[in-house]
């Protein structure tokens, strides 16, 4: 079965730490790639996406993700984390022509000042 | 804002009763999708449309059945409530279609939260 892997369930940083989040997805065939964010207490709001051309993505707030194909990962990564990145991480992957998106388990990332 | 509404926004019920949920989009989006969010599951899929009277299941489909009559409205039934149905219930929607030639993204309504007891 089509699945995402979201290995790191919960993280806790200081602030200006950097940043990894690892996500892989076992599709073979052709995908597109999204990371969603949920503030606490909030609905999930897009962070970045990947259809096709330059695998590094760069999205809102200082975030970017890396589409490598040989390992069928999306890792999301920031230089410096800040005190509001606190939230939860969803990676997604939509296989190409479907109308399906599939979540990982999502990473809780805690950042403390 | 995507212009998506979920009400209740929060319910209390009695296990074996039925409950409704409702979703309801002022942007005349094709695709709809409830999804059941839920600790160490991230977000699964229940049900989606793909147009009036178009539905199919997603991949927690069982105990759930869907309706919709109207192109703004997409509706989430439990015909008999459980509490393995506790859970967060997120609609979206899709704009473009996740499907279409320029790749479509999800944007989520704010969540109806169910307790069954």
């Known amino acids: 079965a089509q699945s995402v892997s979201q290995h790191n369930h919960h993280v806790i940083l200081s602030e200006a730490a950097s940043l990894e989040l690892g996500c892989n997805y076992s599709y073979g065939g052709t995908v597109n790639l999204f990371w969603y964010v949920q503030y606490p207490g909030q609905h999930l709001q897009l962070l970045l996406k990947y259809f096709s051309g330059d695998p590094l993505v760069k999205g809102i707030k200082g975030f970017e993700a890396e589409f490598i194909k040989s390992k069928f990962s999306f890792n999301l990564r920031k230089p410096s984390v800040q005190w509001s990145d606190t939230a939860e991480y969803f990676c997604?992957?939509?296989?190409?022509?479907?109308?399906?998106?599939?979540f990982g388990t999502g990473t809780r990332l805690q950042v403390f000042p | 804002d995507a212009g998506i509404t979920q009400s209740p926004r929060h319910k209390v019920t009695e296990t074996g009763t039925p409950v409704t949920l409702r979703c309801h989009q002022t942007e005349n989006h094709r695709y709809m999708y409830w999804y059941r969010q839920d600790p160490g599951h991230g977000l699964r899929l229940i049900h989606y449309?793909?147009?009036?009277?178009?539905?199919d299941k997603g991949e927690v489909s069982d105990g759930y059945s869907v309706s919709r009559s109207k192109t703004e409205d997409f509706l989430l039934t439990l015909e008999s409530a459980t509490s393995s149905q506790t859970s967060v219930y997120f609609c979206?929607?899709?704009?473009?279609?996740?499907?279409?030639?320029?790749?479509?993204?999800?944007?989520f309504g704010e969540g109806s939260r169910l307790t069954v007891l």
């Open positions: 449309s793909y147009g009036v009277k178009d539905t």
């Open positions: 997604a992957v939509n296989p190409y022509n479907t109308d399906k998106l599939i």
């Open positions: 979206a929607i899709s704009d473009p279609d996740l499907a279409g030639v320029n790749g479509g993204e999800l944007f």
